[in-house]
């Protein structure tokens, strides 16, 4: 739906209506930033997606990224996550992946996890000014940590809802959207023996995409973590997320 705004119009809202998303954004950043002070750790989160679109049916991408989590205990998240998305129809997809994520701390041992999973999406329900988009996935969470002999193995589940208003357009090609989400996981048997586990998450930001195949998202996020194995959930931390997205697409021939 968004880029169907980007080629239907030079964005049309209103100009209250367009004030309002600015607020609603301006109040979550205040939120965020009055909240970061007292959170227990900071984190940042970086992303680079290339993808390649060889249709309507097929996308492939690959996400390498870097998280740092700073504060009390310090670490560094490396990893490498090729995907394949086949769209069913307009409202259905079906998504495959390998995520490949090695951890480094200051006061642990270094981790290597493996995640292949299998996931579905749906729109719905279908909204002519904004897009609702549903994701739910099960994983395989192969890990080792660097002195340990055992390598574990985890089943959890993942859902998460998102969604996108467009904003308004600043050119013919640029067109700014709000968006905001939600992510819940939840184990299948078993529990990972790691440091920290999330056990939500949330997040709203603001994005832009364009026709000449680029789009950057910048998220405000929200999590609850807990900082042992077999701690509570008492953490509550706050952090920035920055994604940049290129897609190529096959040329058809004319």
């Not at 994520?101 to 995640?115: D, G, M």
Request: no cysteine.
């Amino acid at each position: 739906m968004i880029l169907r705004e980007i080629k239907r119009l030079g964005f049309t809202h209103r100009i209250g209506a367009k004030q309002m998303h600015l607020f609603a954004l301006g109040i979550f950043m205040s939120f965020f930033v009055s909240q970061s002070a007292s959170a227990q750790d900071g984190q940042f989160w970086g992303e680079f997606r290339p993808g390649y679109m060889w249709n309507d049916k097929w996308v492939g991408q690959l996400g390498v990224g870097y998280r740092q989590f700073y504060g009390s205990q310090e670490w560094h998240r490396y990893y490498v996550h090729p995907m394949v998305r086949y769209n069913v129809s307009k409202r259905w997809n079906i998504r495959a992946g390998l995520n490949t994520i090695y951890n480094t701390y200051q006061k642990e041992q270094n981790h290597l996890e493996i995640r292949p999973y299998l996931g579905v999406g749906l729109k719905w329900p279908i909204i002519e000014w904004m897009d609702v988009n549903h994701y739910a996935r099960v994983e395989e969470r192969i890990s080792r940590y660097s002195e340990e002999a055992a390598t574990e193995l985890v089943t959890r589940g993942r859902y998460k809802v998102d969604t996108r208003i467009p904003l308004w357009r600043i050119s013919k090609e640029n067109l700014y959207f709000l968006m905001a989400y939600g992510e819940l996981f939840f184990n299948m048997g078993g529990e990972a023996d790691e440091v920290f586990r999330n056990r939500n998450r949330f997040g709203a930001g603001i994005g832009m995409v364009s026709k000449s195949k680029w789009s950057y998202t910048l998220l405000f996020n929200y999590q609850k973590t807990r900082q042992a194995t077999d701690g509570e959930f008492d953490r509550h931390d706050f952090f920035t997320q920055i994604r940049i997205a290129y897609t190529w697409k096959k040329k058809t021939k004319e």
